[in-house]
């Protein structure tokens, strides 16, 4: 799974460990130099997602959580700057049995019986003679 299929080629992406970027807003809001987990990016046009910190230059956003403030606040992408990839880093989705983890190519693999096992068009197609 690569999230960035969805979005382009960003420089922030979901899972990164990101600092807000310091300036006359994130500092007046009380968000400058936090640091956060990406939580989500969206396209506020068709999301309608509306309160979004920042320029808004392009339709796009991301959702920094802080877990000091048990929080979740959208940014444009211009206040962010990465801190880590958090390569290794696991997370797991409600109701999927499975954990995937962040591997060192920046793409997330998930590992459990709740995931349903890609076959090739080949053994998909065999599948359907089997003598029975």
């Known amino acids: 799974m690569n999230f960035s299929d969805a979005f382009g080629e960003r420089k922030i992406s979901f899972g990164d460990q990101v600092r807000i970027v310091s300036t006359e807003l994130t500092e007046n809001l009380g968000f400058a130099g936090l640091v956060g987990t990406v939580f989500g990016q969206t396209i506020p046009s068709t999301s309608g997602v509306e ?3 920042g320029l808004f230059d392009e339709d796009y956003a991301v959702n920094v959580f802080f ?3 048990d929080e979740g606040v959208w940014f444009s992408e211009d206040l962010l700057e990465l ?4 390569l290794g880093q696991k997370i797991t989705i409600d109701g999927v049995d499975a954990v995937f983890t ?6 997330w693999k998930g ?4 995931l349903v096992k890609q076959q ?3 053994q998909r197609f065999k599948s359907l003679f089997k003598p029975g």
């Open 83 to 86: 801190v880590s990839r958090n």
């Open 102 to 107: 962040l591997d060192e190519s920046g793409r």
């Open 111 to 114: 590992e459990g019986p709740g």
């Open 51 to 53: 309160d979004v910190i």
């Open 120 to 122: 090739s068009w080949w």
């Open 67 to 69: 877990d000091e403030r």
